[in-house]
């Protein structure tokens, strides 16, 4: 090495392992990221059946569950699932990991303090039927009062126009 103008620490390899291309060398086990898998259900004995599903549904995928599974289940328990009162939410790296936390009985659902929320998005597609929006003003204070709301943070932010206005004005 030094008959090459190399100092300091080397590590002489005598052949590169099996399966590697020229150019590419794997130092160690890629890092795997801990990812959050959370539970939701109207009461902490539907949320236990559930974990028991899930842990039922881990156990089935172990063999095939990869960084990619992992990955696909968490995001689907976080974002596609409803978010009711009573929740649970388990860390893990791995399947097994997963499998481990979800035979812990120790780890009980919690209750949400404040209610879910429901609310309304109009597209701008269309409603169901001719001046739905009106009619949701004329009949449910609480919609006129969200709308108030929204129309005040609207014009904070610089709209021009009426949440509102348009809606009322014609009969």
């Known amino acids: 090495m030094a008959s090459r103008g190399l100092t300091g620490r080397h590590r002489k390899i005598n052949r590169a392992p099996k399966n590697l291309t ?10 795997k990221r801990s990812r959050i898998f959370t539970l939701s259900a109207f009461h902490e004995a539907v949320g236990e059946q559930q974990l028991a599903r899930l842990k039922s549904y881990v156990e089935s995928q172990t063999k095939d569950a990869d960084d990619g599974f992992m990955e696909d289940l968490s995001y689907t328990l976080a974002e596609c699932r409803a978010h009711h009162t009573w929740r649970k939410a388990i860390t893990a ?17 919690s209750k949400s303090k404040s209610a879910v929320r429901l609310g309304f998005l109009f597209t701008g597609q269309g409603a169901h039927w001719y001046a739905m929006g009106r009619e949701l003003i004329d009949h449910y204070p609480i919609f ?9 943070f609207l014009t904070a932010m610089g709209a021009t126009w009426s949440l509102i206005g348009n809606n009322r004005s014609r009969k």
């Open 93 to 109: 790296h791995s399947a097994e990991e997963l499998l481990k936390a979800l035979d812990t009985a120790s780890v009980k659902f």
């Open 22 to 31: 020229n150019g590419h060398s794997v130092l160690s086990e890629p890092h």
């Open 144 to 152: 006129l009062e969200s709308l108030c709301k929204a129309e005040k």
